[in-house]
């Protein structure tokens, strides 16, 4: 049996599925369209509803693969893996695409090795080559500092993890059909050396960049680290977080978890505020899918400005300290 069609892995949360779900749906819909064949998408949890299944068939599936069963209901890659590759064995799938979160980065190495597929991590674009019919597979190099296309030409399913919020979901359309098939789960395939005792998050943390609808970014035109408390002032008084460029974070002035950018997080915030922030072509790529872009920088010519919906030309130790003093008024009223 040859391989054939596309597959995007889903994810789901107490029976919710996640936002990168979709994403992923948009990627492989596009990538299932050039090559003429359906595009499925494989969802393992436990207690999802059809209701829940069916957003996935409106936003670009045209199969829909689930195994939902109480031993699913907490990623465990041991038991997913093993899930996964049954499916892949039985149906053969062309390209396979998950999101490079947590469990999209545990699971495909593991099936990767296992059915002696190509896997290209951190994804930030996806093609068809023409001639070929090979998935091209794009993603950040050498620091990010260039972006190397991969393809693995001699092994099937190709497979990537796609950068979450590297693009958008395609908008719901309930006028679109598909199929949902309910695949029983094979006991067999549960690895009982392995379970789930609890979760717990990391002390202090906090909301990331990558969740935020509101993201303010300082970078070096900030001139030192102590500067960082104006991005932080109206950051709060905004009710976002702080993000960062490269430089700073290299400079030591903020941690690494605030980088926007090709080496950092690539976001897509309701608005991003660039401060200080020239627009290296790697940071432009982490905001690209954000809805409102504003920027503040003393140099007119500056990149930033050629992605920005408003831009503000002025020094930034002006423009801020006044911005913070009229929010804080306007938070008094």
Not at 12 to 18: A, L, S
Not at 66 to 71: L, R
Not at 113 to 134: P, Q, W
Not at 225 to 241: D, M, S, T, W
Request: a neutral charge; charged letters at 25%; proline letters at 4%.
């Amino acid at each position: 049996m040859s391989y054939h069609g596309v597959w995007t892995i889903a994810e789901e949360n107490r029976g919710k599925i996640k936002e990168v779900s979709y994403e992923l749906l948009a990627r492989g819909r596009k990538l299932a369209d050039k090559l003429g064949v359906d595009l499925a998408s494989v969802l393992l949890g436990s207690n999802i509803s059809e209701s829940e299944l069916k957003q996935l068939i409106y936003r670009g599936a045209d199969k829909v693969y689930v195994v939902d069963a109480p031993e699913l209901e907490n990623f465990i890659a041991e038991n997913y893996s093993n899930v996964l590759v049954d499916l892949i064995n039985k149906y053969k799938p062309e390209i396979i695409i998950a999101g490079a979160t947590t469990s999209g980065r545990t699971l495909m190495p593991y099936v990767s090795v296992r059915v002696n597929a190509g896997l290209t991590a951190d994804c930030t674009g996806l093609d068809i080559e023409e001639e070929t019919k090979n998935l091209l597979q794009t993603r950040p190099a050498i620091g990010g500092n260039i972006l190397a296309t991969i393809k693995t030409p001699n092994n099937r399913p190709q497979m990537a993890t796609v950068r979450v919020k590297s693009s958008r979901p395609a908008p719901i359309d309930k006028s679109r059909s598909g199929e949902i098939i309910n695949i029983k789960l094979r006991q067999e395939l549960i690895d009982g050396r392995v379970e789930r005792i609890g979760f717990r998050k990391a002390e202090g943390e906090t909301v990331g960049i990558q969740d935020a609808d509101i993201v303010v970014a300082g970078g070096r035109g900030l001139k030192k680290g102590e500067n960082f408390r104006l991005i932080r002032e109206l950051a709060e008084k905004l009710g976002g977080v702080v993000g960062a460029s490269r430089d700073t974070v290299d400079r030591g002035w903020v941690s690494y978890p605030h980088q926007v950018g090709l080496s950092g997080k690539t976001i897509s915030p309701k608005l991003y505020i660039a401060i200080g922030i020239s627009g290296a072509i790697q940071h432009l790529a982490g905001i690209k899918t954000a809805d409102t872009v504003v920027a503040i920088n003393s140099d007119p010519d500056a990149q930033i400005f050629k992605v920005s919906d408003f831009g503000i030309v002025g020094d930034l130790f002006e423009v801020i300290p006044l911005l913070n003093e009229r929010l804080a008024k306007k938070g008094d009223k």
